[in-house]
């Protein structure tokens, strides 16, 4: 007997539209430029991006363990 928490949830059946339909429809061209995204304001300070990166590093090497 199974519960409603274990039956895969219906979704709605939509068409498929290629990547390519949506990319046009939602007028998104492609990187021309690495340049393109690139952003020099993403972080506020010096001492945001360390403290990212510091973050970063140390989720990565608890991954690793």
């Known amino acids: 007997m199974?519960?409603?928490?274990?039956r895969t949830p219906e979704?709605?059946?939509?068409?498929?539209?290629?990547?390519?339909?949506l990319a046009r429809?939602?007028?998104?061209r492609p990187v021309a430029s690495v340049d393109d995204l690139a952003r020099p304001d993403l972080f506020e300070?010096?001492?945001e991006l360390d403290d990212f990166l510091a973050d970063l590093y140390a989720s990565r090497r608890a991954s690793a363990a």
């Open 2 to 6: 199974s519960s409603n928490a274990e």
């Open 11 to 21: 979704w709605p059946t939509a068409e498929h539209v290629p990547a390519e339909e």
């Open 25 to 28: 429809r939602q007028g998104v």
């Open 45 to 47: 300070s010096d001492e």
